[in-house]
């Protein structure tokens, strides 16, 4: 069964930054995408990056140029780097994977119904 575990959450300060972790137990870890999302209480799940089986990445607008998505193959691990932490990026952050489509159209890398299975969240707070 597929697994995926995230770590790294913190409570920071703004302008901080956070190394998210998510540690997957796929077989096929390497030919299937992957996303980040975040979700705060109230609202539904924002993507927030995803990386495809071979490399592209997607950011949603707001953390353009201060997230980092990438993946470590062998490790079958998923990062998300977040630099210059700002108030509105606190939430619970997930990572989640398809298990069944390997390639997602770029328009959709952020659309949660894109991907079926969801690790159980980390927690990031951003004081300002």
């Known amino acids: 069964q597929e697994q995926l575990v995230e770590s790294g959450g913190d409570s920071v300060q703004a302008g901080e930054s956070l190394r998210l972790s998510c540690a997957a137990s796929?077989?096929?870890?390497?030919?299937?995408?992957l996303a980040w999302f975040r979700q705060v209480p109230g609202k539904g799940r924002e993507g927030v990056a995803s990386?495809?089986?071979?490399?592209?990445?997607n950011y949603a607008d707001s953390v353009k140029g201060r997230f980092t998505i990438s993946r470590d193959k062998p490790k079958k691990m998923i990062y998300l780097e977040m630099n210059s932490l700002k108030s509105e990026d606190t939430g619970m952050y997930y990572c989640?994977?398809?298990?069944?489509?390997?390639?997602?159209?770029?328009?959709?890398?952020?659309?949660?119904?894109?991907?079926?299975?969801w690790g159980q969240g980390t927690q990031v707070t951003v004081s300002s």
């Open positions: 989640a994977t398809s298990t069944t489509t390997r390639f997602v159209p770029e328009s959709r890398r952020l659309n949660s119904s894109e991907y079926d299975y």
């Open positions: 796929r077989f096929a870890f390497a030919a299937y995408p």
């Open positions: 990386i495809d089986h071979d490399g592209p990445t």
